[in-house]
């Protein structure tokens, strides 16, 4: 048996799904936060977090980056730790930090760091000669406007150090780019207390389909478990409304992705002992890296995997943070794609119908998930503001995504929002 320190996690499925996989894999962990209140909130009523059902939950200023190598360091000494994890990506540099201070397996911490910071992620990859958009990473207003002016409209404009979409929006002209930067400007610390840097990131506008590799590293190899496939929304934000897995494309793209993201992964240093979410762009000119992500898949695209190929890439990250081979070998599940849905608000006001009992009954379905009717909803801007989702399989070939676009026609026929 081994014992993991899960140092903070995202509140949705991952965090589920991590403790779940440590306790499936024979293992305890103990669970460090600077907030209970932040898991308290996110749990059903009369339910328990299952992050607060760790051995030992224990607070501290999981923010304070100088102090916590630390204070991790004396909870070792007690407590014998045999890695260090977590889901959320504001905590992904730290916990690097501290598993190399330990001694615990753990990537490269510069690797990850420059993973997170999106503006560090271009640069890198740009002296690499990885493909990538054209780029400019600024601060002050006249620089922004002249390097969008270079780049040319329209383009995209990001947070470097933000998550899940978070402000990322297309702009067509200087008046859409000062707005996209005052929406910035005023967005100064993110949802976990840390201050954001005031850098502002452009990027060429890129055509094409977009997917993602989900891969893992182990011992300076890195394996590719499969590419995914994503449909976006909720322009001009980019609104994550689905995936499925495997993507529905022909051998040449699955491979041109797949070797896009291999040489992302090496040129930053992601070789050991990190499951990785590479975003990749399919455009005219060949493939495009979006943003490299050091931790597992969000949006239940790891369910998705573990459908299809019966590998669970929350097992196989618990796995490789204790420094042990993955098993990525793949079982019969009966299914040849899954497809996740997500119901996406395009208003404000309130939830008042929203009824998925006929659909959790329905051949092929594989999960369906609502929100309740009487809560406040408001206009989706990134991926935070969902009201649920669908999932689907197919045993046949790559139809998934076809039943889970009805399924959601169908809970769209039936919600009403006043």
């Not at 903070?8 to 024979?26: C, H, K, Q, T």
């Not at 990785?276 to 239940?300: D, F, M, Q, W, Y």
């Not at 009824?355 to 092929?364: A, F, I, K, S, V």
């Not at 309740?372 to 909803?377: D, K, L, S």
């Amino acid at each position: 048996m081994a014992h993991l320190l899960v140092l903070e996690s995202w509140v949705g499925s991952m965090s589920r799904l991590l403790p779940r996989a440590i306790r499936e894999g024979g293992h305890e962990f103990t669970f460090l936060t600077r907030d209970l209140h932040h898991y308290l909130r996110s749990a059903p009523e009369g339910v328990t977090h299952p992050l607060l059902g760790a051995r030992n939950v224990i607070t501290a200023d999981t923010n304070d980056t100088d102090a916590l190598p630390d204070r991790v360091e004396r909870l070792h000494e007690v407590f014998g730790f045999d890695a260090v994890v977590t889901s959320c990506d504001y905590y992904l540099p730290a916990v690097a930090l501290t598993a190399e201070r330990l001694g615990l397996p753990a990537p490269d911490p510069e690797a990850v760091l420059n993973a997170c910071r999106k503006d560090a992620t271009r640069r890198v990859l740009a002296d690499a000669g990885v493909p990538g958009p054209r780029f400019a990473v600024h601060e002050e207003w006249a620089e922004l406007a002249r390097a969008a002016r270079e780049i040319g409209y329209p383009l995209v404009v990001k947070p470097v150090d933000l998550c899940a979409g978070m402000l990322v929006r297309r702009v067509d002209d200087e008046g859409q780019l000062a707005d996209a930067v005052r929406a910035l400007a005023d967005f100064p610390v993110n949802a976990r207390g840390q201050r954001r840097a005031p850098s502002v990131l452009l990027e060429e506008l890129l055509d094409g389909p977009e997917v993602s590799v989900e891969t893992v590293s182990h011992a300076g190899t890195v394996h590719v478990v499969g590419v995914t496939d994503k449909s976006i929304g909720g322009a001009p934000a980019f609104i994550e409304t689905g995936h499925m897995f495997p993507a529905a494309l022909p051998a040449t793209g699955t491979a041109a992705a797949e070797q896009t993201a291999l040489t992302a992964l090496k040129a930053l240093g992601l070789t050991d002992a990190v499951v990785a979410h590479t975003e990749i762009k399919l455009t005219s000119a060949g493939p495009r890296v979006v943003e490299v992500n050091p931790r597992p898949a969000g949006n239940r695209i790891t369910e998705l995997v573990r459908h299809v190929t019966g590998i669970d890439l929350a097992a196989v990250a618990v796995d490789v943070a204790l420094g042990r081979a993955p098993d990525l070998r793949r079982t019969d599940t009966g299914l040849r794609s899954a497809a996740i849905g997500f119901l996406v608000p395009d208003a404000a006001g309130t939830l008042d119908a929203l009824d998925g009992t006929r659909l959790r009954t329905m051949p092929g379905v594989l999960e369906v998930e609502l929100a309740e009717p009487g809560g406040q909803v408001r206009a989706a801007g990134s991926n935070n503001e969902y009201l649920g989702h669908v999932m689907a399989g197919d045993p046949d070939g790559t139809g998934a995504r076809g039943r889970v676009e009805a399924l959601l026609g169908e809970l769209r026929s039936g919600m009403v929002i006043r």
